[in-house]
């Protein structure tokens, strides 16, 4: 990684470890960013850690997922929120001031800082020159207090961007393209940097489109260097102060590069059920489709909704289309407003939406059974969307725009008017900071609001010396947590872990939660065994936490996901992998497992598994660092912190010391 712009930062913020790919690193956190649907256990977490005030540079909290506050519980958590943020000095963003990506983008974010968030889609801000990671809740926790940051020190991947878009192709087709050749699996420890000569031609938003997708590859981030582009933009939000010029060093050394040659691209798509099922429109056109939305934190930036607007300006969806539009802030918003682009939806047809996640994260606009939606967000997992045989597409707002016209999947490029979109920045953007509330001067006094619905964050128990239980389920690959922890109409539970763990799996087998209550009365330990990529998509750290409240004790897979590794050990269960896949193969649900020298083998980095049940013995890779080893048996990192009375600092420097 010489020379490169990710060593250049990494370098500057390395606060443990050697930076060299493959070793465990800590790094300072400039900023940190949290969302209602994790933030709250995050400052429940901050709390419990007895962290008496942020530490980080800035500390932005979004109410973005869930903002339709269907019974009390989400407002609530709302509530819950503003108050903590006041009391602890984060800044707090309401419920309607848009997607904390789009909204941290436009307001926050400052080329060459390290950016640390409870969301997967935090490497967004990779688009501005930020170093922008994606964590569980408690690492942001202790990122707020002034701790370092731990992940292994990534390879770094050039991807060159050459050429001039062709008419009707933009930034949602470049990644969707480069979907299609890395995959959603395999990406773990990399970081793709963007260079080219076409960059000088790509907008920030344009690039965070990218960045913000960078999360579908698995890739601990992806960044931009910081230019011309990047001066335009943040000048235009008023912010030309916080530019700083950033690039990588001439002899810059990478893994590997990839060239994509941006005039041979065509409108794309990611075909049902993950993003990396990418298929060219040209090739889908004709498919009838039932819904089209625009919106999220990939596509839904102010030129995104203006090139929607100009494909559908004087005509009306048919009908039989539902069509359903998202600005991603209330900057956006109030820009659409100003330049009649909202008036042109509205003719068209359109339900217009507030500023939030929505149909993104299955709060509202599920489908129709078996329904076809075009979306332009990032994650088109089975059942998202909120109807478990939806069909959702990934596509560009030209795509979705072109389609929701003609009801059928329709290749933008038939459309024939190019010229008339919209594809420079405004000079100046509509900036109203009246929605985000800057934490008092002496907070003392600020009384936290807490009402039924926010419970405390739950504790596991130390890792005993040896382990005996039963395999409870076996998947195959790409489980992802929304599989494991579904969010839709269950993610007002967030802050509620006894109620919120009755529905892990509950899409995969929906008896899970119930032969886990079994096994934990009967003082036995619950095992997951699954395939590659095992935690692929959200960084929501419920998909080990709610397990772990259900007596997980291990997870054995063939390949796991970074963000969910690191949440399996924060929580106390063992994050383990198979050596050969045919122990994976071997193993079946409901087998009984032993693991009788975990105590003296954890260190060593094999641990011994004897099926007792097919009376087979095998090894299992278990590569903990000494400190994620000490968390481990202290049954996660909210015990070892508590436990040892520790500054976030320490806890997060591990050992016990
Ligand atoms: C998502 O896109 O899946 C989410 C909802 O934004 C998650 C966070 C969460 O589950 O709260 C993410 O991407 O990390
Ligand atoms: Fe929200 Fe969807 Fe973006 Fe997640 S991916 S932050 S749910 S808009």
Redesign the pocket.
């Known amino acids: 990684m010489k020379g490169t712009l990710t060593e250049k930062i990494l370098r500057s913020h390395l606060a443990h470890g050697k930076l060299e790919p493959g070793s465990e690193i800590g790094i300072r956190i400039d900023q940190t960013l949290t969302?209602d649907?994790?933030g709250t256990m995050a400052f429940l977490q901050l709390e419990a850690m007895g962290i008496a005030r942020i530490r980080a540079e800035l500390a932005v909290s979004y109410a973005d997922?869930n903002t339709l506050q269907m019974g009390f519980e989400n407002a609530d958590d709302h509530r819950y929120l503003q108050s903590v943020a006041a009391r602890y000095g984060a800044y707090y963003s309401r419920a309607g001031n848009g997607i904390c990506h789009q909204v941290h983008l436009e307001r926050f974010g400052k080329p060459g800082k390290t950016l640390l968030g409870?969301?997967?889609?935090t490497p967004t801000g990779g688009g501005l020159g930020m170093f922008a990671m994606?964590a569980g809740g408690i690492d942001v926790a202790v990122a707020m207090g002034g701790g370092p940051y731990y992940f292994t020190a990534p390879r770094v991947v050039r991807v060159s961007l050459e050429g001039a878009f062709r008419p009707w192709v933009s930034a949602k087709d470049i990644i969707l393209h480069i979907l299609s050749i890395l995959t959603t699996k395999g990406n773990v420890g990399t970081v793709i940097e963007y260079g080219g000569e076409a960059l000088a031609r790509l907008s920030v938003p344009e690039r965070a489109t990218i960045t913000n997708m960078g999360?579908e590859l698995g890739v601990t981030t992806s960044l931009f260097p910081s230019d011309e582009q990047t001066k335009r933009f943040l000048s235009a939000q008023k912010r030309g102060k916080d530019f700083t010029p950033l690039a990588p060093e001439s002899g810059a050394v990478y893994q590997r590069t990839i060239e994509v040659d941006l005039g041979k691209l065509e409108p794309l798509a990611a075909c049902p059920h993950s993003p990396d099922s990418v298929a060219p429109v040209s090739k889908l056109r004709g498919k009838r489709v039932d819904q089209v939305c625009i919106g999220s934190c990939t596509n839904a930036s102010y030129l995104d909704l203006m090139r929607a607007a100009a494909i559908l300006k004087g005509k009306r969806v048919p009908p039989s289309l539902n069509l359903v539009v998202v600005p991603g802030s209330r900057q956006v918003q109030l820009m659409l407003a100003e330049s009649g682009a909202l008036k042109t939806f509205i003719e068209a047809g359109a339900r217009l939406m507030e500023p939030t996640?929505g149909f993104?994260?299955g709060m509202g606009q599920a489908p129709v059974s078996g329904g076809v939606s075009l979306r332009t967000n990032?994650?088109n997992f089975e059942g998202r969307s909120g109807t478990a045989d939806g069909q959702v597409y990934l596509v560009s707002p030209e795509t979705a725009a072109a389609s929701a016209l003609a009801g059928e999947i329709t290749d933008p490029r038939t459309l024939g008017l190019a010229s008339r979109l919209p594809r420079e920045l405004p000079k100046k953007f509509a900036v109203d900071d009246s929605m985000i509330v800057e934490p008092p001067r002496s907070p003392e006094k600020i009384e936290i609001l807490r009402g039924p619905n926010i419970g405390q964050p739950p504790k596991n128990s130390p890792l005993p010396g040896a382990l005996r239980g039963k395999v409870l389920i076996k998947l195959g690959d790409k489980v992802t947590?929304?599989h494991i922890m579904p969010?839709g109409e269950r993610l007002k539970y967030?802050s509620n872990i006894g109620k919120y763990s009755q529905f892990v799996f509950e899409r995969i087998d929906p008896e899970f939660h119930a032969k886990c209550r079994k096994e934990q009365a009967a003082g036995s330990a619950v095992f997951i065994v699954a395939g590659e990529s095992y935690g692929q998509?959200?960084?929501?750290e419920h998909a080990a936490m709610c397990p772990m409240a259900l007596g997980v004790k291990a997870v054995l897979a063939r390949t796991i996901e970074r963000i969910h590794a690191a949440n399996l050990i924060n929580f106390g269960i063992l994050p383990l992998t198979f050596m050969d896949p045919a122990d994976y193969q071997a193993l079946e649900k409901d087998d009984e497992l032993e693991m009788p020298r975990l105590e003296q083998e954890l260190a060593a980095g094999r641990i011994t598994v004897n099926n007792l049940t097919r009376n087979r013995e095998f090894k299992v890779k278990a590569d903990f660092s000494g400190r994620q080893s000490a968390i481990l048996k202290d049954g996660g990192l909210l015990n070892h912190a508590v436990s040892a009375k520790k500054t976030p600092e320490a806890c997060a420097a591990g050992g016990k010391a």
């Open positions: 969302q649907a994790t997922h409870s969301d997967s889609h994606g999360a996640c993104c994260i990032n994650r947590t929304d969010a967030r998509g959200s960084s929501r």
